[in-house]
């Protein structure tokens, strides 16, 4: 029996596809260090680990 050798035209599939791009992620700045960063994410700021505005862990002292 014969089958079709594709199930789907190429301009069909690009049709549904045009709907998926490429989207700028969305930023906010820390009120105590002034750092931009992604939101609910932990980031550095001179070697000190913060989240939500808070300092996780501090930078070790090097000797």
């Known amino acids: 029996m014969p089958n079709p050798k594709r199930k789907f035209s190429k301009s069909r599939t690009a049709k549904r596809r045009t709907h998926y791009k490429a989207e700028a992620p969305s930023l906010t700045t820390c ?33």
């Open 31 to 63: 009120a105590t260090t002034g750092a931009v960063h992604l939101p609910h994410r932990a980031y550095t700021v001179d070697g000190n680990l913060y989240y939500n505005g808070k300092v996780l862990i501090e930078k070790a002292a090097t000797v």
